[in-house]
């Protein structure tokens, strides 16, 4: 007993405590619940497409960048390196701006066939009338014509302008194809044994070299509708014909020598 004053005092009560309320937790409704999942389904769904239209707007945006910038695989061919076979003659026409104009190739896509619609005619003066075109007035409008090669009536080729060079032969694909024109002994453009065996080792080998195939092979005609080489274009047939023999010879190599 504690004293205070000299008078004793009363123990002190115990503090009350008041019970602590707790608030019972709401049960959720089942339909609450259900809304919910809905709307988290909702937005993981609506996400999807929004994926899918970055995606189609992606490849939409490539594909008119290669339509426009026309992009393109990286070319590996040395044009200046490409060599023809020794049984080809290189009598290179002048540079001038009729035939020759002196500007650079920087891939060949396909190689084009022609033929020259002078029945009868030589390699030699066919490819001296490319040449002669260069005395042409520069001043006045003249006419643009050449090919990198001609084959002849006997046989031979005569290449007219290097592979890596421009030629005038095939508008609008002046720009990424070689062209050869072929001699015929008459109106109907047809070869006879000597030009069409010399067309194929030419064409297998320029193939070779530029790392091209059957496929790859274009007459005038496939370009810009102009019936060139006539007898390819009227027999089909000879045509299919003579890419499955250029085909051959590519994978015989007929054309070295």
């Excluded at 896509?109 to 030589?122: D, F, K």
């Excluded at 060139?228 to 051959?248: I, M």
């Amino acid at each position: 007993m504690t004293e205070e004053n000299g008078r004793g005092t009363k123990p002190a009560k115990p503090p009350v405590h008041q019970p602590r309320q707790v608030t019972p937790k709401s049960k959720e409704r089942p339909e609450n619940r259900e809304s919910r999942s809905r709307r988290s389904r909702g937005r993981r769904i609506a996400v999807f497409p929004i994926v899918l239209a970055l995606v189609i707007g992606l490849a939409a945006g490539f594909g008119a960048g290669y339509m426009k910038w026309k992009w393109e695989r990286p070319y590996t061919v040395d044009l200046k390196a490409v060599e023809v076979p020794k049984w080809v003659k290189q009598e290179f026409i002048r540079k001038n701006i009729f035939s020759r104009p002196d500007v650079s190739l920087k891939r060949v896509n396909n190689i084009v066939i022609h033929y020259v619609a002078n029945p009868g005619t030589s390699a030699q003066k066919n490819r001296d009338y490319f040449d002669g075109l260069a005395d042409q007035d520069p001043q006045a409008a003249g006419t643009s014509a050449s090919a990198h090669f001609v084959v002849g009536l006997e046989g031979e080729v005569i290449q007219c302008i290097p592979v890596s060079e421009m030629a005038y032969a095939a508008a609008p694909r002046n720009n990424d194809t070689i062209s050869i024109e072929t001699c015929h002994p008459d109106e109907s453009g047809a070869y006879n044994e000597a030009t069409y065996e010399s067309l194929v080792k030419l064409t297998a080998a320029l193939c070779s070299q530029l790392k091209l195939n059957e496929n790859d092979l274009m007459r005038h005609y496939d370009i810009n509708g102009k019936v060139c080489p006539k007898y390819f274009v009227d027999d089909e047939a000879a045509w299919k014909q003579f890419k499955k023999d250029v085909k051959t010879a590519i994978k015989d190599k007929t054309w070295v020598e």
